[in-house]
């Protein structure tokens, strides 16, 4: 199982990007699904999650100007970053809680993570 995110760059203030992770390989399902940041020089932190039935959450940080959403169809993941500012620079993770059997355990699986820079 991996999860191969893309869609990152180089955006200047208050523009705005999408990303995107799928998850390819053999497995039974996908729980929850998310996305993690981490920064230069500071911990990996929680950007938003997203349950097989669509209910999202976000941190406050973003909460009005970041959206996740999934197609389970696609086992694919998207984050889609509006207004975006200096401090939203980091690298983004994927992340996906999947279960490989039917009746196997859930383990956390991560992408490669892609790099986001906003700056003028």
């Known amino acids: 199982v991996q999860l191969q995110a893309s869609g990152g760059g180089l955006v200047q203030p208050g523009g705005s990007l999408r990303l995107s992770c799928a998850a390819s390989?053999?497995?039974?399902?996908?729980?929850?699904m998310g996305w993690y940041r981490q920064a230069p020089g500071k911990q990996r932190d929680l950007v938003a999650t997203i349950a097989p039935d669509g209910t999202p959450t976000s941190t406050d940080s973003v909460k009005d100007r970041f959206t996740i959403s999934r197609d389970n169809a696609r086992n694919t993941v998207y984050l889609q970053m509006n207004s975006l500012k200096p401090e939203d620079t980091a690298v983004y993770y994927c992340h996906a809680e999947i279960q490989r059997r039917r009746l196997g355990l859930e383990y956390d699986y991560w992408g490669q993570g892609t790099l986001v820079t906003v700056s003028s």
């Open positions: 390989g053999t497995f039974f399902s996908i729980n929850v």
